[in-house]
């Protein structure tokens, strides 16, 4: 139910590397036949003083589902297959962490004799794209009968289909297509993966390395689509991973670091992705909840149950700050500072909420 995302880019860029780091501080991980998948607990620092607070039976962290794929090549997607089989297992993520080597190490060998970012982003969205592509098409070979039939909606959806395929061909991936709220909800069903918000991770050989000139190129393309770069050191890091919290946080510092990268990477998928945690509250259970800025009290309803979306009534409402400053509770309803909200509230980070719904 957390956040979801999948790790690309080409063969031995560090992958696998990036994912052991972001997973090794949290649960269970197995090995597929050919990925990695593990779902991980979101850090909050606010966590603990609710626990103190409420001394509950259960905790419940927000969520981190990472599924780490294999390499993709130049042409993985149309030679055998297996590179359409491989990005099936990521079709469904909110978000594409995409690792780039920027790093030079003779001793670890890669797809290239060069390091170029522009080269390998270009590279794995292309095979993104002959991916989309081919789902495009099959989406539009169904609907043809239909369309051919005068269908009005089959007509406008293959329209939009073809339009989006065209602009693949051309090189442009769903994400830069600028796509009208009509042609998304005409592809919304592929599952595009071109269409994927995508935050840029370079991995680099130390700390020291972090602004050289691949990391620059690899902002630039980051900052060109409005998306995130995140320098991480791969090997370090996943070192560091597998050590006791107290040492994690020496040996980040030694390397300049106040926060893991898992931390860094949650912080920038939390900013692309526009992402707020909320809270509910209360001597069974602390459960930490994610949504997007901007929903809706009972979109953000729905994420605990959609029974309390569907019956939506009211929520009570109360700010972490005001909890932690006064005590408890019902020192915040005697100050006058816990709010009833309806449907039209955007839930904001920090909110402690209780939902009363048609059906409770
Ligand atoms: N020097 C250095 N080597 C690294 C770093 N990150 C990864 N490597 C090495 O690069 C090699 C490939 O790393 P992986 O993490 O397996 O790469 P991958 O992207 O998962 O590769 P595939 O799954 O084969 O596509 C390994 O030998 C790593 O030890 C890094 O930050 N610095
Ligand atoms: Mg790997």
Not at 128 to 156: E, W
Request: hydrophobic residues 40%.
């Amino acid at each position: 139910m957390g956040l979801n995302c999948g790790l690309i880019g080409l063969p031995s860029c560090g992958k696998t590397t990036i994912y052991n780091a972001i997973t090794a501080a949290g649960a269970a991980s197995y090995n597929g036949s050919d990925m990695n998948h593990a779902v991980v607990n979101v850090p909050d620092p606010r966590i603990r003083p609710l626990v103190e607070m409420y001394n509950p039976r259960k905790v419940l962290p927000a969520t981190l589902e990472v599924v780490d794929i294999p390499g993709l090549k130049a042409g993985s997607t149309t030679e055998d297959g297996r590179g359409i089989k491989l990005l099936g297992h990521i079709k469904n993520v909110d978000a594409v962490l995409h690792v780039v080597r920027c790093f030079e190490d003779d001793s670890v060998p890669f797809e290239y004799s060069t390091i170029d970012p522009e080269r390998d982003v270009a590279t794995v969205d292309l095979e993104l794209m002959v991916a989309d592509i081919q789902t495009l098409q099959n989406k539009v070979k169904r609907l043809s009968k239909r369309a051919r039939g005068g269908d009005k909606d089959a007509i406008r959806e293959v329209a939009d289909c073809e339009k989006v395929t065209a602009s693949l061909e051309h090189g442009v991936p769903a994400r830069k297509q600028n796509l009208n709220e009509g042609e998304l909800a005409s592809v919304r069903e592929c599952n595009l993966l071109s269409l994927k918000s995508v935050l840029y991770i370079a991995n680099i050989k130390s700390m020291d390395d972090a602004s050289n000139s691949h990391v620059k190129a690899l902002k630039a393309i980051a900052d060109a689509e409005g998306s995130e770069m995140v320098p991480v050191c791969g090997r370090d890091e996943a070192e560091i991973s597998q050590l006791e919290p107290a040492e994690q946080h020496e040996f980040l510092a030694v390397l300049g670091l106040k926060e893991s990268s898992m931390e860094r990477l949650l912080h920038a998928g939390y900013h692309l992705l526009g992402l707020v945690n909320f809270f509910t509250t209360g001597e069974d259970e602390v459960h930490v909840w994610t949504c997007r800025k901007g929903d809706m009290a009972p979109t953000a309803a729905g994420k605990i149950h959609t029974a309390m979306e569907k019956g939506f009534i009211r929520m009570e409402v109360i700010r972490y700050e005001d909890l932690t400053a006064l005590g408890s509770e019902a020192a915040v309803v005697r100050a006058g500072k816990q709010r009833i909200e309806g449907k039209t509230y955007e839930v904001q980070d920090g909110d402690i909420v209780v939902v009363l719904f048609n059906g409770s």
